[in-house]
Every structure is written in C-alpha cells, then in structure tokens.
C-alpha cells in the first residue's frame, strides 16, 4: 500500500474511533454522578490504540473523550479529558501492545488495569483543580471513576477477546 493511501486510512480510522469513542461515551450507557458520569467510552480508546499507530489512537482518544464532555454538559472538563484520554492510548503504546499479534494479550490486560489507575488519579487531581478541597474529592470522584474505568477495561477485555476470534486482517495495523 502506497504511504498515502495507509496515511488516508488511519485518517479514517481515527475519525471512526474517535466518533464511536464520542458516542459511547456521550449518550450509550451515560449515567451522570458527582462531578462526571459513568460511561464504556474508554474502552474504545483502548481498542483504538490496538488497533491504530500512534498517534492516531491517542488522536482519536484525545478528540472523541474532549467532544463527549462537550456535548454533554461536561465543557469545564473538555481539556483534561483530552490529556487523561491520550495518556489512556499512550499508556497502551509504552506497554507495547502494538507488538503483539492479537488484541487481547498480556500486555492490554496490564495497560487496561493500569489505566484505571491513570483515570482515577487523572479526575481525582482535575476535581481538586477545580473545585479544591482534596479529601472530599476523594468520596466525590475516586468510587464512580473505579467503576467506571473498571467496567471499560472489562469490556474492552470482552471486546478484543470476541474481536480476535473473528480474525479479520484489517483489525490490526
């Protein structure tokens, strides 16, 4: 494949992910509390950065995670989700998941598990930012943050399982 065509079609690819992220995260599944809301957006981003080069996942990461909060009320915190969401996609480019030959591997696994850690510090910090008071925002953001990241990595597991049993060639890069 010719350089141009590959670049037009991680183009596509992360205008595709970061709109799947986007509406995953805005509206299926968005269940608002506390300061943010409960959603499966990121696993898509995790997805995303399996299956595209860097920097096109963290693009879509960056860019799907920023317009969710936009069209959901949520514009205050448009920008750190843009710096929480591509450290979700960059975390998965330094675990080296791109090496590997399937989605779902020991690598993923880790960098999904340690991207809920990124997320739950990531807001934890922004609500301090934000609002201040630390030790309140322990109760506000850290519980509905760990479920939240929780279920996406769970799903994102669920999802790069059933993925590689199907094997298509264009799932990965």
């Given amino acids: 494949m010719m350089e141009k065509e590959k670049k037009l079609r991680n183009m596509v690819y992360t205008g595709l992910f970061a709109a799947l992220i986007c509406l995953t995260t805005a509206f299926i599944l968005h269940i608002p509390v506390g300061n943010g809301y409960i959603h499966l957006g990121d696993s898509f981003i995790y997805l995303a950065a399996c299956m595209l080069p860097m920097p096109y996942g963290i693009l879509a990461a960056a860019i799907g995670g920023s317009m969710a909060d936009l069209l959901s009320g949520y514009a205050i915190y448009a920008i750190p989700t843009a710096i929480i969401k591509s450290m979700l996609a960059g975390c998965f480019y330094s675990m080296g998941v791109s090496r590997t030959k399937t989605l779902l591997s020991r690598r993923s696994v880790i960098a999904s598990v340690a991207c809920v850690a990124i997320t739950v510090v990531g807001y934890y910090l922004t609500a301090v930012i934000l609002y201040g008071n630390p030790v309140a925002q322990?109760?506000?953001?850290?519980?509905?943050?760990?479920?939240?990241?929780?279920?996406?990595?769970?799903?994102?597991?669920?999802?790069?399982?059933a993925l590689d049993r199907v094997k298509l060639p264009m799932l990965r890069r």
């Fill in 138 to 161: 322990i109760a506000e953001t850290v519980p509905a943050n760990l479920v939240q990241a929780g279920c996406s990595a769970a799903l994102f597991c669920i999802a790069a399982f």
